[in-house]
């Protein structure tokens, strides 16, 4: 009966959330931005995958893949979404507590507007639900109950099929990353199930890789984060899908997008001891390399763990097959 209460509770503030309705939004999400509801599609997911576990929210790379992958679903690709406003305007909800920073307890209070990731990040440590909704949100039925007021208040009835697809999606990537990881560390010997759709293991490699190198590029050390939530890497195949299928994290490396086309085009490899090798052709007078040609001997940024760091042969078999030696 408490729990029912607490849940009406919740179910009647996530279907009266302040969003702006200044025109400027179409039909897909009811003529009203949709950053905030989004926001909390991401927070439930993150619960349902196990992703917090504790009541503390923080802006990470992770929470931007996957408000981004939303904001897809419903904004056209012109339309740019900014992560940092539903996450301070939250607090408006009476449910969304934000976390100063020491000695940022002030200008917290004060402050009436952030309009990028830097700036709220200076300002906080994260934010902090309801005891009562992060105890809700730990339990499959009431998030799927909130997940379904969300959806259905806040989008079109035309977007909302590819919203509920989209979180589930997210979680079974999850459950795939998960899998890959744990077999990459050895933890099970069994490979990930065939089930998974496509667009499931395409996310859950991504996710797999870009967590273990922690979205940083293992060749140049780029790691960024956009207001709109996307990261600078991809999830890189250094023998590609298309040859073996091998999704295992070993087969793999973060790279942002300009180190990702320069190793698949063959004009940056590795050695078996890790270390940058550039190609002659990279070197060719019609071009301007840039800073690619400081990589020349650099060592691979690798992921923490030695263990998930990438396979030898792998990275031979791009050598021999992939990389320009004249």
């Not at 790691?223 to 091998?246: C, F, Y």
Request: hydrophobic share 40%; net charge neutral; with cysteine.
């Amino acid at each position: 009966m408490i729990i029912e209460s607490a849940l009406s509770k919740y179910i009647h503030k996530f279907g009266r959330l302040r969003t702006d309705r200044t025109g400027k939004w179409s039909a897909a999400t009811q003529f009203q931005a949709p950053h905030k509801p989004i926001m909390l599609l991401v927070v439930i997911d993150l619960f349902a995958e196990g992703r917090i576990r504790s009541n503390l929210i923080e802006i990470t790379a992770e929470l931007g893949d996957l408000f981004a992958a939303y904001w897809s679903k419903v904004m056209p690709p012109e339309r740019r979404g900014n992560l940092a406003l539903p996450f301070f305007h939250l607090r408006s909800s009476g449910f969304w507590h934000l976390i100063p920073r020491p000695d940022q307890e002030q200008v917290l209070e004060n402050i009436r507007q952030v309009d990028t990731l830097s700036q709220l990040q200076k300002l906080i440590l994260g934010a902090r639900l309801d005891e009562e909704l992060y105890a809700l949100l730990q339990d499959e039925k009431s998030r799927n109950v909130l997940q379904t007021i969300l959806i259905q208040t806040y989008f079109s009835q035309e977007n909302q099929s590819a919203l509920i697809s989209q979180s589930f999606i997210n979680l079974q990537s999850f459950r795939y990353s998960q899998q890959l990881i744990e077999q990459a560390r050895n933890e099970i010997k069994e490979t990930p199930d065939d089930y998974y759709q496509p667009n499931v293991r395409d996310q859950g490699f991504r996710r797999a890789v870009v967590r273990i190198y922690d979205h940083r590029c293992a060749l140049c050390g780029l790691r960024m984060l956009t207001n709109d939530g996307h990261s600078v890497v991809d999830a890189a195949h250094i023998v590609p899908w298309t040859v073996t299928h091998n999704d295992d994290p070993h087969n793999g490396m973060a790279l942002c997008r300009l180190c990702h086309w320069t190793f698949d085009e063959g004009l940056i490899g590795l050695s078996n001891h890790y270390v940058l090798t550039l190609s002659p052709e990279l070197r060719a007078s019609s071009n301007v390399a840039g800073h690619l040609l400081t990589l020349e001997g650099r060592a691979l940024i690798g992921p923490s763990e030695q263990v998930l760091w990438p396979d030898i042969e792998a990275l031979c078999w791009h050598r021999q097959n992939v990389f320009r030696k004249l």
